[in-house]
Nanobody
C-alpha cells in the first residue's frame, strides 16, 4: 500500500516556476515507478512525466519536454516535478501516481494516486 500527498501548487505568472512535491508512505516507494498527471477543467487527465524506481530513467509528454523535470529522492520517499517557463495552458490539478511497472503514460496502469494540487498560471 502506498499513500501519496502532493504539495507545492499555487498561482504563478506565465514564465514563472513552481516545484511540486509528492510525499509517499509505504514500504514499496523505492521500488515503484512514479508518474505525474494533470487534469484541466473539462478535459481528461493527461500524462505529464514518469520516472523509474531508482530515478535513472525519465519520460515526458511532448507538451512539457524541456520545461519540466521529474526527480525523486528515495531516502525522503518523495518525488518532485520542477516546472519552469509555465504557460497558461499548464493550468490544471496535478496528481502524482505510483505503480505502472515501467515508463508508462496510461493512467489506468498506476495503482495509487494522490489527491492532487492545483496549479494556476496567469497570463
Amino acid at each position: 500500500q502506498v499513500q501519496l500527498v502532493e504539495s507545492g501548487g499555487g498561482l504563478v505568472q506565465a514564465g514563472g516556476s513552481l516545484r511540486l512535491s509528492c510525499a509517499a508512505s509505504g514500504r514499496t516507494f523505492s521500488g515503484s515507478y512514479m508518474g505525474w498527471f494533470r487534469q484541466a477543467p473539462g478535459k481528461e487527465r493527461e500524462f505529464v512525466a514518469t520516472i523509474s524506481a531508482r530515478g535513472g530513467n525519465t519520460y515526458y509528454a511532448e507538451s512539457v519536454k524541456g520545461r519540466f523535470t521529474i526527480s525523486r529522492d528515495n531516502a525522503k520517499n518523495t518525488v518532485y516535478l520542477q516546472m519552469s517557463s509555465l504557460k497558461p495552458e499548464d493550468t490544471a490539478v496535478y496528481y502524482c501516481a505510483a505503480g505502472g511497472g515501467g515508463l508508462i503514460t496510461r493512467s489506468p496502469a498506476y495503482d495509487y494516486w494522490g489527491q492532487g494540487t492545483q496549479v494556476t498560471v496567469s497570463s
